[in-house]
Structures are given as structure tokens and as C-alpha cells.
């Protein structure tokens, strides 16, 4: 038996205005966007935005439904539409924030498991990292240089192979 270790590292913001002037923009973008969150049941407004290698930017917020399952969360809305509005130009940073209606807004919040899951098959496409931005509506940044540190042991296509 051998043991295998793994190690994540995330740089760590006191706040927005530590960051760099792209990054705070792309993490502005996905405060504002919060407000357009369709969030009527959970009252867990996400925004994520994107920028993509030919520079431009999208947002996303996240999209519920009476029936829950059939809801959408905000990072796979933002992917979704770069990839349909730009097909075949790569995401290289996302940022998510959101805002809690009853509760506290003030850390950063990470993907779901299903995003990850997404991001890890974004990166592989398009062959390059994607940064995540994640913060909340005020407080400590984290800044990842790869979603798919997100998810060690991630199931990929080579497998189905
Ligand atoms: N949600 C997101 O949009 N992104 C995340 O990373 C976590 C959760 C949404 C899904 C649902 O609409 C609400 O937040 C509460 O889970």
C-alpha cells in the first residue's frame, strides 16, 4: 500500500479591492448579476460571470422551477451561454457571488458538485484551466487557479472510452 496526498492551493483576498483590476471586474459582474437570479423558492440569489479567451464576458444567474429538480444553477447558466453564443472559444475565468435574502453574505460560496462536474468537461474542451473567482456580496476572496481542483478523481470521457 502507498499513500497518494493531494493538495489544493486558493490565495485568499481580505476583499475586492486586493484583487486584480480584471478579477474585480469579472467578481463585479457576478455581484450585479445576482439581482436578475430567478431564486423564488430557495432565496439564494447566485450570479457567476464569465470571460472567455476572445475577451468578452457573460453572466448567468441561477434559474429555478416548481418542480426543484428541474432548477439550474447560476456557473452552468454563465457556461451554457458562452458556449452557445461563442462556440468553440474557451472559458478561462469564472467569478460566482450571491446573495442570501435571509442570511449572511459576507464569504465566498464554491460550485455545486454537478458545476464541478461541468467545469472539468469546459477545461477539457477547450484544453486550458479555468480560474474561479468566488466571493460573496463583501468580505474574504478566494482565487483557484483551476476548477478542476475542485474535483479530484474527476470521471472524464477517457473513461467511456
Ligand atoms: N446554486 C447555484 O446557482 N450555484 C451554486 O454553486 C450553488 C447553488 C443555486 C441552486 C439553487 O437555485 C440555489 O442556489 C440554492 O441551492
Known amino acids: 500500500m502507498k499513500k497518494r496526498e493531494l493538495t489544493i492551493s486558493v490565495d485568499v483576498y481580505a476583499d475586492c479591492h486586493e484583487l486584480e483590476t ?21 432565496r439564494f440569489r447566485v450570479g457567476a ?27 452552468r447558466v454563465a457556461l451554457s ?7 468553440g472559444i474557451g472559458v478561462t475565468d469564472l467569478a460566482v457571488s ?3 435574502e435571509e442570511g449572511k453574505n459576507d464569504r465566498p460560496i464554491s460550485p455545486c458538485g454537478i458545476c464541478r462536474q461541468t467545469l472539468t468537461e469546459y477545461e477539457i474542451r477547450a484544453g486550458q484551466p479555468i480560474r474561479l473567482i468566488l466571493g460573496g456580496s463583501a468580505g474574504e476572496i478566494f482565487v483557484l487557479t483551476s476548477a478542476a481542483d475542485l474535483l479530484p478523481f474527476a470521471f472524464t470521457s477517457s473513461e467511456i472510452k
Do not use: W
Open 81 to 87: 451561454a458562452a458556449s452557445a453564443l461563442y462556440p
Open 49 to 75: 460571470a464569465v470571460r472567455l479567451a476572445n475577451g468578452k464576458m457573460l453572466t448567468g444567474t441561477n434559474q429555478e422551477n416548481a418542480s426543484f429538480p428541474a432548477g439550474i444553477c447560476a456557473e
Open 98 to 100: 450571491f446573495f442570501h
Open 22 to 42: 480584471a478579477d474585480a471586474q469579472l467578481l463585479d459582474l457576478a455581484r450585479k448579476a445576482t439581482v436578475d437570479a430567478y431564486a423564488p423558492y430557495s
